[in-house]
């Protein structure tokens, strides 16, 4: 209680209680300039145990925030968790997203780029935004093509590709779909054999994530994309850091039915992908 008073004198109109019973907060952070380019919200949930025993539940929100910028921001704010744990931290999370803001504002690409948004976020979208969205996936294949031609692999075979359960909340249909990779090429392929799919090249977001051991650097490839649905693909990763699952793709298809969903969203999305994993 006495750090969410503290926190809301700081920053007054930039602080907004979303549900007071659910102890659900968000925080709208900018880079301090006069005309803010970089904005973000941060929505924390404070569970019971927090801060003792559990971290804040967050989301970060900004139409830029996608793939490694999302992903570097977030492991910025588990490693602060980390550093301080059983203390207060939502002063030190804000903070770290305004420092991150304002180091973006000074450099030179001082641009956000937000080349498609989620349709969550216009409400005036509709049934129409599926006969009007054109897919843009040919983005990141050209980018796993990028990476692979580099490899002077033959081609690997495609690998075989698990469809998993839709789920349907209020018009909305989520569908995860999983193949085992071991190569971007091997990514490249599956994606562009899903976009062969004409339901799945139609769907209103195809957000996916993949990671891949490489046992001789012992380190990880991995990559995401969200595909327009703000931060998707950097929590479809976090979840499958947190599964510890490797040498896999995972996409979840959306198609959106015209009523907004809000965050259930994003449960969607993750519960599709658990399952398939699961599966």
């Given at each position: 209680?006495?750090e969410i008073?503290?926190v809301s004198?700081?920053?007054?109109?930039?602080?907004?209680?979303?549900?007071?019973?659910?102890?659900?907060?968000?925080?709208?952070?900018?880079?301090?300039?006069?005309?803010?380019?970089?904005?973000?919200?941060?929505?924390?949930?404070?569970?019971?145990?927090?801060?003792?025993?559990?971290?804040?539940?967050?989301?970060?929100?900004?139409?830029?925030?996608?793939?490694?910028?999302?992903?570097?921001?977030?492991?910025?704010?588990?490693?602060?968790?980390?550093?301080?744990?059983?203390?207060?931290?939502?002063?030190?999370?804000?903070?770290?997203?305004?420092?991150?803001?304002?180091?973006?504002?000074?450099?030179?690409?001082?641009?956000?780029?937000?080349?498609?948004?989620?349709?969550?976020?216009?409400?005036?979208?509709?049934?129409?935004?599926?006969?009007?969205?054109?897919?843009?996936?040919?983005?990141?294949?050209?980018?796993?093509?990028?990476?692979?031609?580099?490899?002077?692999?033959?081609?690997?075979?495609?690998?075989?590709?698990?469809?998993?359960?839709?789920?349907?909340?209020?018009?909305?249909?989520?569908?995860?779909?999983?193949?085992?990779?071991?190569?971007?090429?091997?990514?490249?392929?599956?994606?562009?054999?899903?976009?062969?799919?004409?339901?799945?090249?139609?769907?209103?977001?195809?957000?996916?994530?993949?990671?891949?051991?490489?046992?001789?650097?012992?380190?990880?490839?991995?990559?995401?994309?969200?595909d327009g649905?703000?931060?998707?693909?950097?929590?479809?990763?976090?979840?499958?850091?947190?599964?510890?699952?490797?040498?896999?793709?995972?996409?979840?298809?959306?198609?959106?039915?015209?009523?907004?969903?809000?965050?259930?969203?994003?449960?969607?999305?993750?519960?599709?992908?658990?399952?398939?994993?699961?599966?």
């Amino acid at each position: 209680i006495d750090e969410i008073e503290a926190v809301s004198s700081i920053y007054g109109e930039d602080w907004c209680v979303v549900n007071e019973d659910e102890k659900i907060y968000c925080i709208k952070i900018n880079d301090c300039l006069d005309r803010p380019k970089w904005t973000l919200c941060l929505q924390v949930t404070l569970p019971p145990g927090y801060p003792t025993a559990e971290p804040p539940i967050y989301q970060l929100n900004a139409p830029w925030l996608r793939g490694q910028d999302y992903t570097e921001l977030a492991n910025s704010l588990e490693e602060i968790y980390v550093q301080n744990l059983g203390e207060s931290i939502l002063y030190l999370w804000v903070e770290k997203i305004r420092e991150v803001l304002i180091e973006k504002a000074q450099s030179s690409d001082s641009e956000p780029n937000c080349k498609k948004t989620s349709e969550e976020v216009d409400e005036d979208d509709g049934d129409d935004f599926l006969l009007d969205y054109q897919p843009v996936q040919e983005d990141s294949i050209k980018m796993l093509n990028y990476i692979s031609s580099e490899s002077q692999e033959v081609d690997e075979e495609l690998p075989s590709i698990h469809h998993g359960n839709p789920i349907t909340d209020r018009r909305s249909t989520f569908q995860a779909h999983l193949a085992p990779v071991v190569t971007p090429r091997q990514v490249k392929r599956v994606l562009e054999k899903l976009y062969e799919n004409k339901k799945i090249a139609s769907a209103t977001h195809n957000i996916y994530a993949y990671r891949i051991y490489c046992e001789d650097k012992q380190t990880f490839l991995q990559d995401c994309e969200d595909d327009g649905e703000t931060a998707a693909g950097g929590r479809l990763l976090h979840l499958m850091q947190i599964l510890n699952v490797h040498d896999v793709l995972v996409v979840v298809s959306r198609w959106y039915g015209g009523i907004l969903l809000g965050p259930d969203r994003f449960k969607h999305i993750n519960n599709c992908a658990r399952n398939v994993l699961v599966e």
